[in-house]
C-alpha cells in the first residue's frame, strides 16, 4: 500500500523560505508523477505544484507560485521536494504531497492524485 508522509512546515516570517519534503512507500516510486498541493482554511484545496517520474522532464507551477517554488524529486531517496521561497502570508495552508494510481500520468489538478499524505501546516507571518 502506497504511503505518503510530508515534513518540514512551520512558522516562517514574511520574505523566509521553508523546504517540505515528502517521502513514499509501498511500490517503485521513479516510476509515479508527484504532487504538491494545499489548503488554507475555509477555502478549497488546490494545485501548486507536480513533477512527471522520473526524470521529472515534465513540471507544472500554478500560477501563484511561478518563479517562487521549486519541485524536485530524488528517486534514490523516494522523496520528493518542494522548496518555497519568498513565502507572503497568502501561502499559509496545510500542504500534502499526491500521487497518482497511473503510471505516466500527471496534470495540475487534484482530480486522479489518489494517494496522499497526512499534510504539513506552513504557516507565514507578516
Known amino acids: 500500500q502506497v504511503q505518503l508522509v510530508e515534513s518540514g512546515g512551520g512558522l516562517v516570517q514574511a520574505g523566509g523560505s521553508l523546504r517540505l519534503s515528502c517521502t513514499a512507500s509501498?511500490?517503485?516510486?521513479?516510476?509515479?508523477?508527484m504532487g504538491w498541493f494545499r489548503q488554507a482554511a475555509g477555502k478549497e484545496r488546490e494545485f501548486v505544484a507536480a513533477?512527471?517520474?522520473?526524470?521529472?522532464?515534465?513540471?507544472y507551477y500554478a500560477d501563484s507560485v511561478k518563479g517562487r517554488f521549486t519541485i524536485s524529486r530524488d528517486n534514490a531517496k523516494n522523496t520528493a521536494y518542494l522548496q518555497m521561497s519568498s513565502l507572503t502570508p497568502e501561502d499559509t495552508a496545510v500542504y500534502y504531497c499526491?500521487?497518482?494510481?497511473?503510471?505516466?500520468?500527471?496534470?495540475?489538478?487534484?482530480?486522479?492524485?489518489?494517494?496522499w499524505g497526512q499534510g504539513t501546516q506552513v504557516t507565514v507571518s507578516s
Open positions: 499526491a500521487t497518482p494510481e497511473r503510471m505516466g500520468w500527471i496534470a495540475p489538478t487534484p482530480g486522479g492524485y489518489v494517494y
Open positions: 513533477i512527471s517520474g522520473p526524470r521529472g522532464v515534465t513540471i
Open positions: 509501498g511500490r517503485t516510486f521513479s516510476s509515479y508523477a
